[in-house]
């Protein structure tokens, strides 16, 4: 199969975001909406996909490994899904067969009825408490962290399924959007700090959750508001909707990074447009690191909107200096007479008729492994760039994130093995600069980062985590490699 | 199969090249190179792709529906292509297991040895070869116009392969770029009139012919220079090269939409970036159609360069007011209770954070039934754009292509039943402006268009065709319906 | 997929045993010879297959939809089932994705590690059980009853695996022969009845498994003896043997269709050959329903061997007059010009030069719906035998069978609804006689029938159930369709 | 997949033949009969099928690799092939996609119109008529033989088509039996010696084709007579018939392994029944070669009539001694602990309880490299065979095949090396005998064979070649190895 994957890059050096979910109740065709609004949300997770749908008598799920394309355009594949409730998930997976039990929504027969949750986040103490469930007899059948809460909610006293659902995650630890199905309606909730996305939108009387306004968009939808941190959103079968803040009041602390990369640019976050504070962070790094150069060029297609903000703040005209193929699919037999890095030239290709003789300011959302980095900065000098200046539209990445974000372990991120001087050295480039965090804080809309307790969780910058990492903990007693285990989210 | 096709779109509104070329010849992987080479023609033709390779011994084939990446990516699928001289194609073509016998290039075992054909173009008098050939006792395997000329080079009288291949290409009247393999080397040539492009490049010692630069410049070669129209270079396996011209001197006409529309704005043709010749139709066009707005936007992503230029020559800002998604794929199934134009939706997302309340200028590279124009219009509208101002950087496309372009026939044209006023008015844009036939020339770096004889193929847009079209005239004779029959290229 | 079936017809007209089973410790490709053991059980299960290995580390598992030669004959398939114990399954089942669920071996990660199983037979309160251990929490990854006896065991509070096992199975009624594997070895058992087989052979160091001999000579293993009824077999890692009896001493009451069709001519059971008694079955009809005629001929190709016995006994020359096609596959479209009963003549053809003008005795092995019965006494008559005296090699068979065998709810049964008389005339034969249920006792080795206490299950024949049908007797209460619904085995 | 082939088999040590046809005029449903009666002829060609039909207007063609049930049950299939004419073809073929070129029937747009051709059988100068056909232009589509006829009629001057078919077959040397298909209506036609067979039929006022009349059988239709040799039937749309005899009168010699093992029992061949002949040839060798044994064996399936001939004819009894798996599918990983013969195992498996301690005759078809009869004998010992007295239903196989019939090389005919005691040795049976060529002549209803002019082609036994064999002599000349090349039939 030939995946075009442009905002992320397989074999590529970002972080990737690693689930988006959907859910729509009081839809005629909620599977439907539930493929179109996951189309949406491809970005967020392009190697599996599920959706369960209810009809009022029955769940009814499909999986399948690649696209949402590929799994939920036919025709017939949406007929198996009857109902005016469904939910749907996007998520990166190993692939095979056995690859599909961890393929989201996951769902559960309990006493009280089918059970259907589809999480975006990760559970930080998922290892713990599985060791405990499996001791008093639970028997698991994904490797997944999100299964712990099902059987939390399976073995609880509690008498209400909401009540139990409840009781379930005041065990749980880390990040979670989830939206779960049960026969009596659907539930939507954020953990205590919102670190990961869900909006809540309306079309007609049906009521839509998703990851991001850009799903709400795909099917039509209206934006209603944010899920708050720490909310629970209960809608009934026949559209009662009803708030429940189970945890008190708490500031939230969403994942800054979504701004700068995750999210799509045409979606709206903490009530801002993605693109413009994209285009934020451009300017301010255009005020906190000028370069004295004749043209601004992005690394597409992220970078794109950071370097427009860059231009116009800088007053530098803004060109397309490198050409991004659409065709990427997977890695080609390299020649062995080919010159040095086909690879990422089948990629991106130089505009050499524009760079030839230039000096270019080069914009790029983030440097992880800084392997990419190199490869474009010598793309530019060999199509005849003669300077070539770097500018980053994030701070150094220095620390991994535990919250559903797949990151390299700390020791390959090259933030966190040098300093800025040492890193233009490495990627070869005249100058680099990255935005300040304060700088960051500002394109957000904060007149600063307040640093007692800070309005996002940066942690991956600044390495506060916003909570305990049980799991991460009892490794690092046992000196084992610093991964998280329950991994899939 | 997940077909995202961001240059061109299958169910779309554009024109479509239809072929892609690209032959190697003295290079140790020359399959692993045509592969590489031809993954950078992909937009040239994404249904279908075939390889052929000679050891010195015998010729190999391999073909396949659908992408490079998924046909020719694998270790096994290049080791089953050995030798140092392999030409490629890439197509569009119907489906389907017999669809594979009109995938080229195609192959002939002839009297004189194997013979392997690539061709990009349209001949104008296939039909009618054809039947005469059939009279004589000849069995066609394909219903392409290319295998006319392998019928011809096989009952050809004269003594050598040379000639006997000049003596058929004199009895073909249309547009042809060709790349063919035979025992004795590699020959690459282009009709009379160059319609179709195709540059010569090295890498080393082996020679490289491509359909357009970028294809050299991913595989790592150097540009030589364009097969000049009308000429026939003949490379033997030991590399010696010789160029004939076999159809005297005689001014070229190439096809003017490859810098509108059709090439990789990577590309370098007819020694000029098609980049630039693009931001300087944007720049004509904003002197000839100034539009009193607060944002220029293109529609992405071939509008994008055209863009650039409207918007540095009118000193207005260039933003992406319309964000694209890359994951286009199949048609979904539309929800009932779906908002209107969910399909547009699903490829295109207007920024309305940004659209909102202002005057924008959009600019298209052509519009061909208009039916995407309107859709993109109403989709600023409904977010919220007060003035949309259609700028479009072509002249209005009144006529067929027979020269290996897909286009609806004539009466489909929305330039051909109405003039530019009615044209606005079936969109529904406040405004709408084509560049003028004298300022695309101007772009292409001419002082005007020649008008006796003009210096490019421009009969989409003036109705000029430079070939005689044989087929056509008898159809029409017989009172048709007016399509290219030897419809394969 | 091309499914040929010759001993049970997918859409046919027989009862079709459920499952087979294998299982092998101390072999050093274990896999491999788990999955030649399964190939010559396929009879007992064609639509699905699944071999779980362990390697004294880990448990490895792959399952797959159709036959073992299409699942488990590659070489990368065994490569990924490394290890010298290994336990493998065929069944019937639903094919897909979510089909796959219920493929056995099941395998569960319970507190004392991996815990597989593979089952023959059916549990006859697996819904009665089932839905207590939801109320208390379990969460059900199959409808499959074999899953039943994992969380008996996961949620038992005895202290060690066997004791958890065994209070497990006491609280279990029906039909099961168990091979588990846990990481201190292998556990093969039969219910107190043995209603279905097991036997257990030896190759070199190894142990072997299996539901029939024919599995043991296949491998190259020797046949040690059965498994009794009631026996439960414990092979530690280290090849140490222990067999245990919890549940006292009983007498068996092994299933006597086994003998009649089920298994493989070749195979040997209760120290029968399988091949001897269906000659001996053939050999009492003859003497019991004698018939003046020409020919005796075999519904092939179950009724081969009781035709040979019954015209060793009758002094009849024996003939084949009906050829079965090898190559059955699905059903065709049938032609609107075709004379009737093309679908029967696709898979059973006349030998029309034999029989023409011919009294025949025509030998099957049970008479399920009479469909099949009817067309194939048609058939003789229209390929010209002038008399067709059909003769069953079992008894009428009036009822279902609750123990692990496909059969029509009891109103679909033939034998249900007429009398002899009746079914004789409804399959259009000048004669129709079964073998008595005495004769069918004899023919097995018994001197006769013991009424109070029968030596056989015999429950098809006699509606004599040998256990407590809980989940049936509970439907019937709430007056549902008397079909056993923990249908899986 | 999984294919079963209890007739012939694949890795197996028998003659196959190449091919079966099968063709029908003026049956509403033509195509769904042609794919029955491809089934039934399924054992003639199991690795490709395909089938054209016509419908007034245009031809339509459908192949497919594999079995007849997997490439054409379904619905979809059958209406892509509308027409009330139809000609179909199963044959032996390499895989993969290239592989379809090969698949029949051929077709070509000729100046008359379309030509569609069906072979059985192998033309011995295919070679040297393409050599001269390829100087003179033509260009090949595939590597058949049977392309060749469709080249000369395609260049033959004479006017009507019929004349250009005849011209061409006198041009051509070697077994044929054709169907073909013109806009005209339906030629069939068998080779001037009729080596292959080919039988007519009706079915209301349609006409059939077949190779065998089996394939009349299940398709409901009636057998008219066989096709003779050297006749040519001309059926017209509107279903009129004309029989020609191009080639003069001359006595036939169809090849006489049709009977010993080709055909299906059931059908009738030269007006006598396959069945009855086999049962003949049994019966001839228990008075040619008696033994003094407990038992007569088949070896399964093509052994049994044979065997219940000599069964019947010698007094002693028929039994199954070898239980035949059906479901054979490929080649297994073999265990390392097994013991020897386990792949043959997995094909049968002795009857132990049967066997042990008997004196047995077994009965087989034939020999051919003499490796399968090893280890059957082999198998029989092991299970406890006292005595294994060998019995061949045909004369040693001492010639390769050119008509049609896949044979290894002379080299590897274990006849051809040594003579019948040597062979005795070599397979270790206590006795060897083959039936006398006269023998087999009497069986198939000949007083004696006709040395001077014999009835049948047995070159396989004889080395009595009826035809020059052009390429054969060439490459002997040439000192190449003796593989016939036109190897497709």
Redesign the interface.
């Known amino acids: ?7 992320h890059d397989r074999d590529g050096d970002k972080l990737r975001e690693e689930c988006g979910i959907f859910g729509v109740l009081g ?4 599977a ?2 539930a ?2 609004g996951l ?2 949300l ?2 967020r997770g ?1 190697e599996a996909v599920g959706i369960t749908s209810f009809d009022g008598r029955e769940f009814y ?1 499909r ?1 399948g490994i ?5 799994n ?4 017939q594949a ?1 007929a198996e899904l009857p109902g005016m409730m469904a939910a749907g998930h996007v998520r990166y997976s190993t692939t095979g ?2 690859g ?1 039990r961890n393929v989201q929504p996951l769902f ?4 009280s009825g089918g059970f259907a949750i589809a999480h975006n986040g990760n559970i930080s103490n998922a290892m713990f408490l599985k060791r405990d469930l ?8 994904s490797t997944s962290d999100t299964e712990v809460i ?2 939390l909610v ?2 609880s006293r509690y008498p209400t399924l909401l009540d139990r659902f409840v009781d379930a995650l005041r065990l749980v630890e880390g990040a979670y959007s989830l939206i779960c199905m049960t026969p009596e309606g659907m539930i939507a909730c954020r953990d205590p700090l919102g670190i990961r996305p869900l909006v809540m939108g309306k ?2 009387d ?1 009521v839509v959750f998703a990851s991001e306004t ?1 799903a709400l ?4 939808a209206e934006l209603l508001r944010e899920v708050e941190p720490g909310e629970l959103i209960q809608v009934s079968l026949d559209g009662e909707i009803s708030s429940h803040r189970p945890f008190g009041d708490q500031a939230g602390r969403p994942c800054i990074f979504e701004h700068v990369y995750f999210s ?3 979606s ?1 976050m903490g009530g801002r ?1 993605v ?2 504070v994209r285009k934020a962070i451009g300017a301010e790094l255009a005020v906190e690191a000028p370069a004295d150069a004749d043209l601004v060029i992005p690394v597409p ?1 992220s970078g ?2 950071a370097a ?1 903000g860059y231009a ?1 703040q800088s007053g530098l ?4 200096g490198i ?1 991004r ?16 890095n ?1 690879d990422v ?2 990629k991106h ?6 760079v030839e003789g230039k000096r270019i300011v080069l914009i790029d959302d983030s440097i992880v492994r800084g392997t990419t980095s190199l490869k474009i900065v010598q793309m530019m000098r060999d199509a005849g760039a003669s300077e070539v200046h770097m500018r980053i539209a994030s701070p150094p990445t220095e620390h991994s994130c535990f919250y559903g974000v797949d990151t390299p372990e700390r020791s390959k991120l090259l933030a966190a093995r040098m300093d800025v001087e040492a890193m233009a050295k490495f990627i070869q480039a005249d100058s680099l600069a990255f935005v300040s965090i304060e700088g960051l804080y500002r394109a957000v809309g904060e007149a600063q980062r307040n640093k007692a307790c800070p309005q996002y969780c940066d942690a991956c910058f600044s390495g506060e985590y916003p909570t305990r990492l049980t799991d991460m903990a009892e490794r690092e007693d046992q000196g084992q490699l610093a991964l998280p285990v329950g991994k899939v989210a």
Chains 1, 2, 3, 4 share one sequence.
Do not use: C, W
């Open positions: 199969m030939n995946i075009t994957d442009p905002f839809a005629r065709d909620a439907a909406m493929a179109l189309h949406a491809q970005h392009q799920s999986r690649g696209h949402v394309a590929a939920f355009s036919s025709g949406i067969g056995s599909l559960a027969d309990l006493a499996v001791q008093k007899g639970a028997i698991f059948q099902i059987h399976a073995t079309l007609g049906a850009v968009d795909v099917v039509g799509r640019p045409d709206i447009s693109y413009q297609d794109v909107p427009l116009q005209p803004f060109e397309l050409i193929s659409h065709y990427v699919g997977r890695t080609f037999i390299q020649p062995s007479d080919g010159a040095r086909l030239k089948r290709n130089a505009n050499r008729a524009l």
